[in-house]
């Protein structure tokens, strides 16, 4: 007997589960709380873009989907750094300026995958069903609906239904079940910034960021040639403005080149919700009842804050890991399941991590000019050690090397840099006595780096603005 398997949630994952699984010619009905996002309509003020990178990139190239994204999505180069006293200066994302970040409507992204997965022979999609309960001793899902409380059952039920999975509630008292979820005093709220003159208000080449110490604001271009920008601010920083003439007077004091872009500021900060941003920890991610085995996917297994940009990225693969196991496995579900969460846990909770340092980076480091030389120094660095040398932010974003392995990377790294900028001061010594004892300074090594220095070798954004490194 063929298994019956359910997929919970029908987002970013969800979708793309659907159709990998599908074209294994595995059959997968699919339960969404919402109505047809086609009939539907984005949500107003919930994460309207996002960033897609390479492993977003390589696991929509699986379903054919790689090129049809990326047309429709605007490449940022790099960040574009607001200061408070004005000025704004770019910094490219890679070394040689030619990497670039997607910036794509979630929207658009989940439709495209959900189309995708509706073509797919083996896929069953049902709209307007809200998961409220799994019984994993008798494999039975009851869902809210439109037209009352309807039952299904499934061998194998797949939960990709977010941060705060329905499913998942099924094994939260379970023994031997440990969760955590640890919120930031931060939420996020959205604010758009329409077209001026039909044109883009800032320059849509780049992530842009007001750091700001302890809060930021960020915002990412949208092909209708808006932006949208997102504050990440404290619960207590969104309470404190009650009035219309508050919202503007606190822009225009910590972002004064945006407030006079968005037209009815005060009226979109009122009305858009703030979002909370945690980041959800939990093991094991498959359970076996007597009725059903339960495996937890995407954000339903491991939310994290979205400082890296990785949160799809990173679902996304978990999907492409289940497929490749069952592939390995020729099929076994237990033996594929097991597996998947072997093979993702300790790369969930690395990216976990390094989304909440890359909070602290974007918010307040950028702004130091310590860390303006330091990435300046690992720019020079990848340039002149190409492929041994490559930065943490490259290596998340433009590689799929798995993200358990990146810190020990960096680490190996920057012990061979530190030993080796202590040799070169330990050289330098030696040569300042020799010109103190009178001998002649020569110029290899000095003039070698120097003129490297001056060429930066970048790309057109890089070459153009390399200045604001
Ligand atoms: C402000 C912000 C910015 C972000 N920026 C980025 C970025 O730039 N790059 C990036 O890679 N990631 C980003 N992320 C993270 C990214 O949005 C998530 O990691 C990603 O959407 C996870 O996909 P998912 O399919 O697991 O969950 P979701 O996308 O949350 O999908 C869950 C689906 O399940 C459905 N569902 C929920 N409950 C039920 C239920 N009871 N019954 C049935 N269906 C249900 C939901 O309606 C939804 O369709 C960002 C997140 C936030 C909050």
Redesign the pocket.
Known sequence: MTDRVAI????????LLATLLARRGIEVTV????DDPRDAGPERG??I?????AR?LQALDQVGLRELSLSRALPMHGRMVHAQAGGQSFRPYSADGAHA?N?IS?TEL?MALLEDSERTRGVCLRFA????ELDMTTGELW?ETPAGPRRAAADIVLA????????RRAVTFRMGFTFSQDYLEHG?K?LAIPPRNGQFALDPDALHIWPRGGSMMIA?PNLDRSLTC?LFWTGEEFAALRTPAEIVARFREAYPDVADLIPDLAGDYLHNPV?S?ATIRCWPWVHHGEGCTLAL????AH??V?F????????FE?CVEIDRCLDETAGDWTAALAAYQQHRKANCDAIADMALDNFTEMRDRVNSPVFRASTAARHFLERRLPGRYVSRYELVSFTTMPYAQIPARMRRQDRATALAAAGLTGAAGLLAAAVRAGARPGTGRRGVLRRDAGRPGMGRRGAARGAGQ
Do not use: K, M, W
């Open positions: 919970v949630g029908a987002g970013l994952a969800g979708c339960y969404e709380r919402r919930r994460s873009n996002l960033a897609i990178s977003g970040i910036s979630r989940n069903h809200r998961l409220r869902f990709c239904d977010g941060a705060h999975s329905a499913a996020y959205e990412l997102t979002g941003l996917v995407g954000d339903a939310a994290i979205p890296f940009g990785q949160g799809a990225n990173c679902a978990d």
